[in-house]
């Protein structure tokens, strides 16, 4: 393993813009208890403009898209209107739905597009730049849940707070500050005019007023022309010119052709809860499943939280799930998913058969499952009940902090790299570290793998939490960890939110560790199985999570890791 990509696993996987300690000028609740709906984000006035169009009458799906666009005000290394993302959805009579708004690779994108003439991958050639960029999915994934699921059926009322957002400025928070402050070399180095995120006379400061009037006029145009007014027209012509500029694939054509795609959602079982998550091409619902069942027979609330017998369980399982999803998981439009062998109880159940509670599996040892047949990123998350009882996840993303560090000229809001989320070469990892093969290959318009992890849990018939994180490829096991400390360790939402994470995706084969997570015994104790730690200083994912109580009443957490807000009436 490479030295950078040493540094950058260790270094970048919480994919936040930063993650110092934040003073904020907003006032800032972790946790919140409610009576009748909740909402926790990233950002504490995207929470606020998303709870308040519930208080205008609007449902979980209206406020969703009303907290998307703010979002892409308000916390522009995340938020995003020039990345994409998934939507997954529990109405209140139970019925459920999946929306997948992810990014489509130009139609000029090509399998060896990232190596050169030797056939080695290109360093940052699907990071930086132009050329990283997918065509982005995001507007009209929120046109189509507005029209397919909105209550308030006033498409104009959801987008106006964030015109006004952007126009009059936010005050920025001292992690915004000094995310934006850190990035200012690469925007100008990446860009080809220099963009507002570039301060002109010193630097941000915690308190500065952000004004952004470009995005400002393309929100008016999205407002007034819903999809046509990003897809088509004046912003069209200005996506489409940056990528002239600067080296770019992304067309006219491609903008025109893109379409957010409902599909079913993935329905799991874990100690008589239901898992309702999303299908490829995130692989975060079926990696998900595959954690819940391989460590379900096993004595979880027995062995207690953290404790060495619980945190090595769970390692070796996320050991397995990871090497599959390298092999196994793509796009399903363009590649076979064995979706429901890999979601198979005893197909897990039989991974974990080798398991020695007293030794750490090789990850050499361990290959992808076999079958015959076959059926992340700088992302946000927000959680959403509404009054009614309607549940929404999304997590949406432009995958690095500050995606490829374009923003288009004219128009003021950046790209995505979201490119990089494809397999460049088979078995050379990609950013986060993540192995890919074939199954997630570079091809026209084609959807990259994701981690994204967006989750509902219900229990005898009823909703019980709404879960999801930012974080790359931690997003699958910070998900799986927030469930567990609720179902198995009996964890109100706010202690299963805070609580320090742990992290392995096989390959490169060491457990990541958050500061000062698990005392020095414990450290000892999973370096004797045979376990390698890292220990970082940053932060592991920012779940945002909501959870019924018995008495119905809501229980909203979010995550400390950042600027995140939870609310509630």
């Given at each position: ?10 270094c970048v996987i919480a994919c936040r813009p930063d993650t110092t300690t934040a003073t904020a ?434 229990k005898d018939g009823e909703l019980k939490l709404v879960v999801g994180t930012p974080g790359g ?59 390698e730690i890292n220990q970082r200083d940053g932060y592991i994912g920012a779940v945002e999570a ?24």
């Amino acid at each position: 393993m490479s030295k950078l990509l040493l540094g950058v696993l260790l270094c970048v996987i919480a994919c936040r813009p930063d993650t110092t300690t934040a003073t904020a000028p907003y006032i800032i609740e972790k946790s919140v208890i409610s009576k009748d709906a909740g909402i926790a984000s990233a950002h504490p006035l995207a929470s606020k403009i998303g709870l308040e169009i519930m208080r205008k009458g609007g449902n979980a799906v209206d406020a969703a898209i009303a907290t998307q666009f703010a979002l892409a005000v308000c916390y522009p290394g995340a938020g995003n209107i020039g990345g994409g993302g998934f939507m997954v959805l529990r109405n209140a009579d139970g019925t459920t739905d999946a929306l997948d708004f992810r990014e489509m690779a130009p139609a000029a994108a090509h399998r060896d597009m990232y190596l050169d003439s030797t056939g080695n991958v290109i360093e940052g050639l699907s990071i930086n730049g132009h050329l990283a960029a997918g065509v982005p999915g995001s507007v009209d994934g929120m046109v189509k849940a507005f029209s397919k699921y909105s209550k308030l059926g006033d498409w104009a009322a959801l987008i106006q707070p964030s015109i006004e957002l952007a126009s009059k400025g936010l005050i920025l928070t001292e992690r915004e500050a000094n995310g934006l402050n850190r990035t200012r070399d690469r925007f100008i180095e990446l860009n080809t005019r220099t963009p507002r995120f570039v301060k002109e006379n010193g630097t941000w400061q915690m308190g500065d007023t952000f004004k952004q009037p470009e995005l400002a006029n393309v929100l008016q145009e999205i407002r007034d022309h819903k999809e046509a007014g990003f897809y088509e027209g004046w912003v069209a012509d200005s996506i489409t010119s940056e990528m002239q500029r600067g080296g770019g694939l992304i067309t006219k054509e491609d903008l025109a052709n893109y379409t957010a795609i409902w599909r079913t959602p993935l329905i799991g079982e874990y100690k008589g809860h239901e898992i309702i998550s999303m299908p490829p091409p995130s692989s975060g619902g079926i990696a998900l499943q595959q954690l819940l069942s391989a460590v379900e027979s096993f004595p979880l609330s027995d062995y207690g939280f953290h404790s060495i017998e619980a945190v090595h369980l769970m390692i070796e399982a996320e050991r397995r799930a990871f090497a599959d999803r390298a092999t196994h998981i793509g796009d399903m439009d363009y590649y076979p998913v064995p979706i429901a062998q890999l979601m198979d109880d005893g197909y897990n159940k039989e991974r974990m058969a080798n398991f020695n509670p007293d030794k750490a599996t090789n990850s050499d040892d361990i290959l992808a499952g076999e079958f015959a047949d076959h059926e992340s990123e700088q992302t946000t998350h927000f959680s959403i009940i509404d009054k009614d009882g309607n549940a929404v996840a999304v997590t949406t993303t432009i995958n690095t902090g500050y995606g490829s560090k374009v923003v288009v000229g004219g128009a003021g809001f950046l790209l995505n790299n979201e490119m990089d989320d494809f397999s460049a070469k088979p078995g050379v990892p990609n950013f986060f570290g993540l192995i890919g093969n074939e199954a997630n290959s570079i091809a026209p318009g084609k959807r990259m793998l994701s981690s994204m992890t967006p989750s509902i849990v219900t229990k005898d018939g009823e909703l019980k939490l709404v879960v999801g994180t930012p974080g790359g490829s931690t997003i699958i096991t910070s998900v799986f960890q927030t469930i567990i400390n609720v179902v198995d360790f009996k964890m109100g939402a706010n202690d299963a939110v805070q609580s320090c994470r742990f992290h392995h995706q096989w390959v490169p084969d060491m457990v990541m560790l958050e500061k000062d997570c698990f005392d020095e015994g414990t450290q000892s104790a999973l370096k004797s199985l045979g376990h390698e730690i890292n220990q970082r200083d940053g932060y592991i994912g920012a779940v945002e999570a909501i959870l019924v109580l018995p008495d119905g009443r809501l229980d909203i957490a979010a995550d400390k890791r950042g600027d995140d807000s939870a609310m509630g009436y």
